[in-house]
């Protein structure tokens, strides 16, 4: 199993920039795909980016590409998303998640294909 911790959320004004970061606990995070979901009251959680295992396969979400970028650092168990040129609509919770797979494919797009999520960080983006 993984405890995952998120951090680096907060209040910021359109065009800024923020990382957030994704800290894991128990086993290493190197067994698991990684995912960044946001969500917004009254709605699912929706998919924002994943990695794999090793780092060398990324997925974006249409919204987010070319914006936001998603990275990790196996030896520190953390995984990353970068976010540039924020956005009013990127106001979220923002989860990440993990599943224990060797591939990243577009099932990892849903949020019921992750077994572990961690408690959610507020982005909240002014215009």
């Known amino acids: 199993q993984v405890a995952l911790v998120e951090s680096g959320g907060g209040l910021v004004q359109a065009g800024d920039s923020l990382r957030l970061s994704c800290a894991a606990s128990?086993?290493?995070?190197?067994?698991?795909?990684m995912g960044w979901f946001g969500q917004v009251p009254g709605k699912e959680r929706e998919f924002l980016a994943a990695i794999s295992r090793s780092g060398n396969n990324k997925d974006y979400a249409d919204s987010v590409k070319g914006r936001f970028t998603i990275s990790r650092d196996n030896a520190e168990n953390t995984v990353y998303l970068q976010m540039n040129s924020v956005k009013p609509e990127d106001t979220a919770v923002y989860y990440c998640a993990a599943v224990s797979t060797f591939g990243l494919n577009v099932r990892y797009r849903r949020a019921d294909a992750y077994d572990y999520w961690g408690q959610g960080t507020q982005v909240t983006v002014s215009s």
């Open positions: 128990g086993r290493p995070s190197s067994s698991y795909a």
